[in-house]
């Protein structure tokens, strides 16, 4: 995806040999070192839990080092590990794949496919160039920083943050060299460092931006519907869409707050403004053209979603019980997975030229969708589902709380966020949920406290890998630029790592109950 006066995004091709051969060493350390685990596991399984959980035990070493070390491709281990586990007897097919068709799954479906449709017809390049292109951002770095930073917040929660950035990439490399040449014209000696500087915070605050802005729907980021879906069924919670917004939304804006503070401290240059980027902005703008027609059938079916996911929660703000019993029937009938299927079905049914026979989105263009994650979420459920029933999480949680000393639900909560941001440096945040909430959600059982709030922090703190380029897609797609040093990433990420964990705990803490009303 490219645009005039803008850089092609090539992040393999800027690759160091160095990092090559680490991620060769990885994937080959992780082929011999998983299997080997699992057939120690086997051999000397482990003791004081059930066989079935013991030969779990030996799946999940061999799925979480495969995960990690990436060996075989992350969505293919998911979908193995549930197959070794019929093979093995822990559990009938017919019970590990109806995870795979889990009604979260089709959540994820019809929000893919609606996001498709944004990047088929440039909606969310529109709405990017919109914004920047206001008058009152003018030549101002600072509100650039904001608007730019905003919008791949905004969209992240509706788009996955990996196409959030994978769009906006571009349009912020123009803007770097645009700002090159302005730079330049100051013929001072501080001209070209000023400007990587400000390239790198301009890049570090879309993938920060992306990841923060993913946590505040639950179609934000895989680990909200990990974390939802593994609530409901060990917890018996349901999580609403409304609900989960009033939860997690004050802790993006605080997260976004805090993150536009840390950028301008470390990467506003001296002069707070360059003359000639409004004008930049404005001809970027200005050459978008008119709105499509599939540009607003896709907003139209965008907007309906939204409407639909919001009514429950709409109607449970008047008092009384019609109105309570009305959205428990509402929800009832329309639950988000179907609500998501109808808007993207919408797509396929909204005309774009009547006469020509051609439609919002074709089906080739909807199966372009991410399906690696969809199996990898139905896969990690199949995993989170047999650690309860067969009494491995709760093994493990007893085995922490001895380890560990640690009681209460604040600093278990805690010592799950910190567990999941450590555990998404290393590996996909999706992996990550999947692997740290069903440990929380178990040490908060063994210990006796309510597992809400731990589980929660889990699911929130593995959207919050921000130190490593192999932390997160939106890290890798930046760091491919080369505007962003590893150096400063790392300097960075630690900062608002450290940030992350305490507005999650503090948003945890404070905010869980909203979600068992």
């Known amino acids: 995806m490219t645009e005039p006066n803008s850089h092609t995004i090539d992040p393999e091709g800027l690759i160091t040999a160095g990092e090559e051969r680490f991620d060769r060493i990885r994937r080959l350390t992780g082929l011999w070192l998983g299997p080997l685990l699992f057939v120690l596991l086997l051999v000397f399984p482990v003791q004081g839990v059930s066989p079935e959980a013991a030969k779990l035990a030996a799946i999940l070493a061999l799925t979480l080092v495969w995960w990690m070390c990436e060996?075989?491709?992350?969505?293919?281990?998911?979908?193995l590990a549930p197959a070794l586990c019929v093979m093995f007897g822990i559990a009938p097919a017919k019970e590990l794949l109806a995870s795979f068709g889990d009604p979260i799954v089709f959540l994820f479906i019809g929000g893919f496919i609606l996001a498709e449709a944004m990047m088929v017809h440039g909606l969310d390049r529109?709405?990017?160039l919109g914004l920047l292109g206001l008058d009152w951002v003018g030549n101002s770095i600072a509100r650039v920083f904001l608007v730019?930073?905003?919008?791949a917040m905004f969209l992240s929660m509706w788009l996955s943050n990996t196409a959030t950035v994978a769009m906006m990439a571009p349009i912020g490399l123009g803007i770097i060299a645009e700002m090159r040449e302005l730079f330049n014209r100051r013929n001072t000696p501080g001209a070209q460092a000023d400007h990587l500087k400000v390239a790198t915070g301009l890049m570090l605050i879309l993938a920060y931006g992306a990841s923060v802005g993913g946590i505040a729907t639950p179609i934000g980021t895989p680990p909200n519907l990990i974390g939802i879906g593994l609530i409901?069924?060990?917890l018996d919670v349901d999580i609403s869409f409304v609900r989960w917004m009033v939860f997690a939304l004050p802790a993006t804006l605080i997260m976004f707050g805090l993150l536009y503070v840390v950028i301008l401290i470390m990467y506003k240059p001296k002069t707070g403004g360059i003359d000639g980027l409004k004008e930049y902005l404005s001809e970027r703008k200005s050459g978008l053209g008119r709105w499509t027609r599939g540009q607003i059938n896709t907003l139209i079916a965008f907007f309906t979603a939204v409407i639909l996911?919001?009514?429950?929660?709409?109607?449970?703000?008047?008092?009384?019980?019609t109105a309570r019993l009305m959205a428990d029937k509402y929800s009832d009938v329309m639950p988000e997975g179907v609500v998501a299927v109808l808007a993207a079905s919408m797509l396929f049914l909204l005309p774009v030229n009547m006469r020509r026979g051609e439609f919002t989105i074709t089906w080739h263009q909807a199966v372009r969708i991410d399906w690696g994650t969809i199996l990898l979420f139905g896969g990690g459920i199949a995993?989170?589902?047999?650690?309860?029933?067969?009494?491995l999480a709760s093994e493990i949680g007893e085995s922490i709380l001895r380890g560990t000393n640690v009681s209460s639900v604040g600093m278990i909560t805690l010592m799950a966020i910190i567990f999941g941001i450590l555990i998404s440096e290393t590996t996909s945040n999706t992996a990550s949920a999947t692997m740290v909430v069903p440990v929380a959600i178990s040490v908060a059982q063994a210990a006796g406290v309510d597992p809400l709030a731990p589980a929660l922090g889990a699911c929130m703190g593995a959207s919050f890998g921000f130190m490593l380029p192999v932390s997160t897609p939106p890290n890798a797609i930046v760091y491919g630029t080369g505007y962003v040093p590893i150096t400063r990433m790392v300097k960075t990420g630690i900062i608002f790592d450290v940030l992350g964990a305490a507005v999650i705990w503090a948003t945890v803490m404070l905010g869980s109950e909203i979600l068992r009303r």
């Open 71 to 79: 060996p075989s491709p992350i969505p293919v281990t998911a979908i």
């Open 126 to 128: 529109r709405i990017a």
């Open 148 to 151: 730019f930073g905003g919008i």
């Open 232 to 234: 409901r069924q060990t």
């Open 309 to 321: 996911w919001t009514l429950p929660g709409l109607l449970a703000l008047f008092p009384g019980e």
């Open 383 to 391: 995993l989170g589902k047999l650690a309860f029933n067969t009494g």
